[in-house]
C-alpha cells in the first residue's frame, strides 16, 4: 500500500488551489521519493519503486466473463504505468507552467498586431497544453485511489465490469465499452 500524502502534495489542481506555496516540480519530486520499496517490488520503466500489490486483492477485482482474474503482477504493472505518467505530467506541468511565466514577463512594447496575436495564441495553446496535462494527472490520482479502494475495474455508470483488456490498455478507464459509446452519442 502506498503511503499517504497530504492533497496539497498530489493535487492535480495547481497550488493556488490546492493550498500549497511550493511549485508543481517538487510536489512531483516528493511524490515520487515518498515511494517505498519492500521485499517484493517490482522496477517500473521510469525507475520508479512500487509497491506489490497483494495477490488477493487483485483477485478480488471484477473482471467481465471469459476473462482470467487479475494477478497481484498485473495490477502492480498497472499501478508502476500509472505512478510513472504521474511524474511524467507533474514535469510536463512544471515546465508548462514556467513558459507561460516567462512568456508574461515580455514586455510587448512596440508589437505589431501579428505579434500580439501571435503571442496570445502561443499562451492560449501552452495554458491548454497545462490543462490537459492536469486532467489526465487527475485521471491517473483517481485511478490509483480506485486501486487501493478496490473498486478498480468497476463502471461509474453502470456498475458492471469494464474489462480487464480495456484497463490494461487504458488504465483510467472508469466507464465500460458500452456506456462509453453511449456517452460519446450524447
Known sequence: MLPALPVDKISARGPDM???GGDE???????????????????????STVVAVPE???EALPVRAGEDRWTGAELTEIRARLQDEI???????????????EGDSTDG?????ADIGAKTYERE???SLAYNSRDLLAQNERAL??????TYGVCESCGKAIGK???????RATLCVTCKQREERR
Do not use: C, N, V
Request: aromatic share 4%; no cysteine.
Open 109 to 113: 512594447a512596440g508589437d505589431d498586431q
Open 125 to 127: 495553446h501552452e495554458m
Open 56 to 58: 488477493l486483492a487483485a
Open 87 to 101: 511524474y511524467e505530467l507533474g514535469m510536463e506541468i512544471a515546465t508548462a507552467e514556467s513558459q507561460i511565466a
Open 165 to 171: 483488456a480495456r484497463l490494461q490498455a487504458f488504465p
Open 18 to 20: 490546492a493550498g500549497a
Open 145 to 150: 485511489e480506485r486501486i487501493e479502494a478496490g
Open 25 to 47: 516540480m517538487s510536489s512531483s519530486d516528493t511524490t515520487r521519493s515518498s515511494r517505498t520499496s519492500s521485499p517484493g517490488t517490482k522496477r517500473a520503466a521510469g525507475s
